[in-house]
C-alpha cells in the first residue's frame, strides 16, 4: 500500500481553488470566507487561510449533527464551532481532509445553516475516497485516493505545519 503525499495533495488543491477564484476574493471584505470541519479541515483551512490571504475562517463542530452519533459524535474532542463572521448571505469555502462517505459533509451543511443561511457552498477536500453513500462531490480536491477495504486514511498534522496521512485499521470516515 503506497500512503498518499498529503502535501503534494495539499499543493494541487491549492492551485484549483486559486484556478477559480479570483486573487482577492477571498481577501475582500465580505469575500469568500474558508470554514473547515474539525479537526484536519481546520488545519487545512487554516493553512489555506495563510496561502490565499483570506480575511475570515473558522472552524465546524459537526459532532451533534453527525448520524453516527453515538459511535463518533459523542467521543468527540472537538473544540467548539466557532465562525467570527456571518453565515447569512456569505459565499463559504468548505474544507475538508477526505471525501469519503458524504456524512460528515451532510454534518457540516446542518451545522452551518444553523448559523444562517450562505449565498453558496463549495467543498474543497484534500484526499477523495470512493464509497460515497450521499450525492456529495468536492468543487475542490487534491486528488483521488485508495485504501484497503478495512483502511482509513488520517491526515496528521506536523509540527512544521506539513501534512502527513497515516493509513490506520478502519471502515473509512
Not at 479570483?22 to 474539525?38: E, L, N, S, T, W
Not at 453516527?68 to 448571505?89: C, M, R
Request: proline letters at 3%.
Amino acid at each position: 500500500m503506497i500512503i498518499p503525499d498529503a502535501e503534494a495533495l495539499y499543493f494541487a488543491l491549492l492551485d484549483e481553488i486559486r484556478a477559480a477564484h479570483h486573487a482577492d476574493a477571498f481577501g475582500a471584505p465580505g469575500g469568500v470566507a474558508i470554514v473547515g470541519i474539525h479537526s484536519g479541515g481546520a488545519w487545512i483551512a487554516e493553512r489555506l487561510a495563510q496561502d490565499v490571504g483570506a480575511l475570515e475562517w473558522g472552524v465546524l463542530n459537526v459532532a451533534l449533527h453527525r448520524d453516527d452519533y453515538a459511535k463518533k459524535g459523542s467521543h468527540s474532542k472537538a473544540s467548539s464551532t466557532t465562525l467570527p463572521f456571518a453565515v447569512e448571505g456569505r459565499h463559504i469555502l468548505l474544507v475538508d481532509d477526505v471525501l469519503y462517505t458524504g456524512s460528515t459533509v451532510r454534518a457540516a451543511l446542518n451545522e452551518l445553516y444553523d448559523y444562517g443561511r450562505p449565498a453558496s457552498v463549495e467543498l474543497a477536500v484534500l484526499a477523495e475516497l470512493g464509497g460515497r453513500e450521499l450525492t456529495v462531490s468536492a468543487r475542490f480536491t487534491g486528488g483521488a485516493v485508495s485504501v484497503g477495504a478495512h483502511e482509513t486514511l488520517v491526515l496528521a498534522h506536523n509540527p512544521d505545519g506539513r501534512f502527513a496521512f497515516e493509513v490506520e485499521p478502519g471502515s473509512g470516515s
